[in-house]
């Protein structure tokens, strides 16, 4: 390796154990500076990778190994810190985790392995598709948790990150997964330089831009759940309750931040921007399925309800289908619809 790129690479190592000691004084209570910590540790095991191979680690280059190739599931965990509110990573993902790495070292060191060596596995189609596919999908799973309620996020300085982490981060990391499988072994000394100093330069901009050392840092802003604004609330924010408690707007089949602006005669930013910041909300359809299966809660104790099927209570509340209206209203009041109505319904008292 030329000395230009190790020096590049011992620099963005540095760099990365600074950024992990700052956030590593508040990882304890904030579940984003834990996520981050784990994905910069990927990124500092993915930057020393290539030494393992130059400088023959042989077998105790396999931990370094294994943390580099998860760095897209690494990703999608961020992701879903970051942009679902309450999001935790079950059992089976990490599970999932783990046999990526696996898979990805099993083809990185292929019938090497058993003799403490690690070499390119890029002699068959079969070693790639292994190594990069799972990569890959961990990559689509985190664009789809970055966009899929992009629409819906009131929190307009986290709906901004949302673009700029599918446009820069994860970019980035598909175009090396497509140059991973596609470049012939060994990969040119300037290419593997290139990569180094762009990755230099992301963490670089890490350090620069989105930690700051103080409370003002971009991961708290976009996690802190503010409470809403203690003052009269506008004339705006009064219309919203009326179309949401008098109106019953929410049981709109379909009901889009776009919709209810329309329906209330004011700007989509104008109405986040007063859903967030004087009713407290964090997410439109949060806000929307809250009042909806609060809606099919009370039915749910009515005599006049008690024979009516769920799926028809779900759908003049203004569900699409019984799957959403089951995780919400769960998430809700901790219980399925079926246990509430056998619990709270008429029949039981």
């Known amino acids: 390796m030329p000395g230009i790129e190790l020096l590049v690479r011992t620099a963005t190592v540095a760099e990365i154990a600074l950024l ?14 834990r996520a981050t910590l784990l994905l910069l540790a990927g990124i500092a095991a993915y930057t020393l990778a290539p030494l393992v191979v130059d400088w023959r680690w042989g077998a105790a280059g396999y931990p370094l190994l294994f943390l580099a190739m998860i760095v897209p ?23 999932l985790m783990l046999l990526t790495g696996a898979a990805g070292l099993a083809a990185f060191c292929g019938p090497t392995a058993a003799a403490g060596t690690c070499l390119m596995g890029n002699e068959g189609v079969l070693r790639t598709l292994v190594a990069q596919l799972p990569k890959i999908a961990w990559l689509v799973a985190a664009f789809f948790i970055v966009l899929r309620d992009w629409r819906s996020d009131l929190v307009e300085q986290r709906r901004r ?42 963490v670089t901009a890490l350090a620069v831009h989105l930690l700051a050392v103080n409370d003002d840092n971009l991961l708290r802003r976009v996690t802190a759940v503010e409470a809403p604004a203690a003052r009269d609330r506008s004339p705006l924010a009064q219309a919203v309750l009326a179309a949401m ?13 776009d919709g209810l602006a329309r329906e209330l005669d004011c700007q989509p930013y104008q109405l986040r921007r007063v859903i967030n910041g004087e009713l407290g909300q964090r997410n439109f359809n949060t806000f929307v399925n809250g009042y909806r299966v609060a809606e099919v809660a009370r ?26 209206f089951n995780r919400s209203f769960r998430e809700e009041f901790g219980v ?11 029949r039981s008292r």
């Open 299 to 324: 039915r749910l104790t009515q005599e006049q309800y008690r024979d009516t099927p769920l799926l028809t209570l779900a759908l003049d509340a203004g569900f699409r289908s019984l799957a959403p």
């Open 73 to 95: 599931a690494l990703f999608w965990l961020l992701a879903g810190t970051l942009f679902r509110d309450g999001f935790t990573a079950g059992r089976w993902s990490w599970l």
């Open 20 to 33: 992990a000691l700052v956030l590593g004084l508040g990882a304890r209570e904030r579940p984003v500076y």
């Open 336 to 346: 399925t619809p079926s246990e509430y109505r056998r619990r709270e319904g008429p």
């Open 245 to 257: 408690e008098e109106s019953r707007a929410y049981a709109t089949e379909g009901l889009t931040i």
């Open 161 to 202: 990150l949302r673009l700029a982490l599918v446009a820069l981060a994860g970019a980035y990391i598909l175009l090396i997964l497509v140059a991973e499988a596609l470049l012939p072994e060994p990969v040119p000394d300037w290419l593997e330089l290139a990569n180094a100093a762009l990755l230099l330069g992301v």
